[in-house]
């Protein structure tokens, strides 16, 4: 009994368990589920650009999401393995996200006499709520159709006009990307020195490239709903 018990208190924790009890292992793993996502929402972009060429192009793409991987994968396989990664990405990131803020409180229970919490900080915290709540409802809005009252399905064209002709379908919309961009602009020079990409000489050029990327991202989603507005996309 003596042996079993000593063996269980001798026994080590896995590498992975230190990993994710570690600082630095839970930012490791906020940087990478950010860049998975980033890379989401890159190939996004350019697949929503394809409503500028009209209701057959656009739907045929929304066709080819749900059968790429054919004829080796089944119908939707390759588009369920992408949800399941993204969903596994997005709960690993914010769970780190708190878990690393409750850590930074509990380092420093006592608060600051100023306000002490930095603007880039406050971006990514209230923008990573904000996109969550965004996720939800734009998956009950175009692909569930659940808050979608005027939702035809297999006409994915039709419905992002539906969505973007009312007020507050461009409200949410426009809000979200917003917040995307800074969460994009912050979080990407965060993951690069993470990651150990930044450097001394690389600074500036990665500041340029993750407000280039953030500007690009937040152009290309805001041309849906201003196309439809202005009468481009009809």
């Known amino acids: 009994m003596a042996l079993a018990t000593r063996a269980r208190t001798d026994r080590r924790p896995s590498t992975t368990r230190i990993v994710w009890d570690s600082t630095v292992g839970k930012k490791a793993v906020m940087a990478v589920t950010g860049l998975v996502m980033l890379g989401y929402l890159v190939a ?46 997005v709960i690993l990131h914010g769970v780190t996200a708190y878990q690393l803020s409750r850590r930074d409180i509990r380092a420093r229970p006592t608060r600051y006499v100023h306000a002490r919490t930095s ?60 917040a995307m961009g800074l969460h994009v602009r912050h979080g990407l020079w965060s993951a690069a020195q993470t990651l150990g990409v930044a450097g001394a000489r690389g600074d500036r050029a990665l500041r340029a490239g993750a407000n280039a990327l953030a500007l690009a991202l937040t152009a290309g989603f805001l041309s849906l709903p201003v196309g439809v507005m202005t009468g481009l996309v009809d």
């Open 44 to 89: 996004h972009v350019i697949g929503n650009l394809k409503i500028f060429f009209g209701p057959d192009e656009f739907n045929a793409y929304a066709h080819w999401l749900r059968v790429m991987g054919a004829p080796v994968l089944h119908h939707e396989w390759a588009l369920w393995g992408i949800r399941v990664a993204l969903v596994v990405s």
């Open 119 to 178: 603007y880039a900080t406050r971006t990514m915290r209230w923008g990573g709520v904000i996109l969550g709540l965004f996720v939800v409802w734009h998956l009950l809005d175009l692909t569930t159709g659940t808050v979608h009252p005027g939702f035809r399905p297999g006409h994915p064209y039709q419905n992002v006009v539906d969505t973007f002709s009312t007020w507050y379908g461009n409200a949410v919309y426009i809000t979200a990307v917003l």
